[in-house]
T-cell receptor, first 116, second 119 residues
Framework: DTEVTQTPKHLVMGMTNKKSLKCEQH?????MYWYKQKAKKPPELMFV???????INESVPSRFSPECPNSSLLNLHLHALQPEDSALYLC???????????????FGQGTRLTVV | AQTVTQSQPEMSVQEAETVTLSCTYD???????LFWYKQPPSRQMILVIR??????QNATENRFSVNFQKAAKSFSLKISDSQLGDTAMYFC????????????????FGKGTKLSVKP
């Protein structure tokens, strides 16, 4: 199984809503990532989790709240978003263990988020 | 800090012909990986090819091959016998690598090259 599964595929939310994006992988990867991708732009790193602990936060506004409940799951909680937060949100995972090289990141299909 | 530069925003190629996409990068790291990812309109980011910096031999995957010039920090992608399904955005990406973990797996992307394969 080399899949990263993201749900939902599409999400429309109002600026006062609270919603969550979910990401799941069963490859035994211990590093998981959230990227944000605007149209016709490359993905931009938001958060990195390593062994279920937040290791990188790229100065993301607090209206985005990541959570890693276990080694297979990664959530992104959304609250009070702005229309400019509309984008494709990509989850990825990679191998992360002492003594073993990271080799590549596997991506999910993304959640297309629209904030109205 | 690492940077990745793709100087060709858009390219087109006739079906069955060969096309080369350019990528340069800047880093002071010695251990790293370079990747080409493909993102079709379906938006799934798909790994096309991977190159380990410590390997001198250029990576190949079927119709896809790279020209890795470490000293010049250049990493171009050659697509042979182009197919309509190759139409996509192609991103060159850099990743640090460490034997000791440490969340080195986050990718730094170039701005992308939109490739159109014409029938």
């Amino acid at each position: 199984d080399t899949e990263v599964t993201q749900t939902p595929k599409h999400l429309v939310m109002g600026m006062t809503n609270k919603k969550s994006l979910k990401c799941e992988q069963h490859m035994g990867h211990r590093a998981m990532y959230w990227y944000k991708q605007k149209a016709k732009k490359p993905p931009e790193l938001m958060f990195v989790y390593s062994y279920e602990k937040l290791s990188i936060n790229e100065s993301v506004p607090s209206r985005f709240s990541p959570e890693c409940p276990n080694s297979s799951l990664l959530n992104l909680h959304l609250h009070a978003l702005q229309p400019e937060d509309s984008a494709l949100y990509l989850c990825a995972s990679s191998q992360e263990s002492e003594g073993m090289m990271n080799t590549e990141a596997f991506f999910g299909q993304g959640t297309r988020l629209t904030v109205v | 800090a690492q940077t990745v530069t793709q100087s060709q925003p858009e390219m087109s190629v006739q079906e069955a012909e060969t096309v080369t996409l350019s990528c340069t990068y800047d880093t002071s790291e010695n251990n790293y990986y370079l990747f080409w990812y493909k993102q079709p309109p379906s938006r799934q980011m798909i790994l096309v090819i991977r190159q380990e910096a410590y390997k001198q031999q250029n990576a190949t995957e079927n119709r896809f091959s790279v020209n890795f010039q470490k000293a010049a920090k250049s990493f171009s992608l050659k697509i042979s016998d182009s197919q309509l399904g190759d139409t996509a955005m192609y991103f060159c990406a850099f990743m640090k690598s460490s034997l000791y973990g440490g969340s080195q797996g986050n990718l730094i992307f170039g701005k992308g090259t939109k490739l159109s394969v014409k029938p």
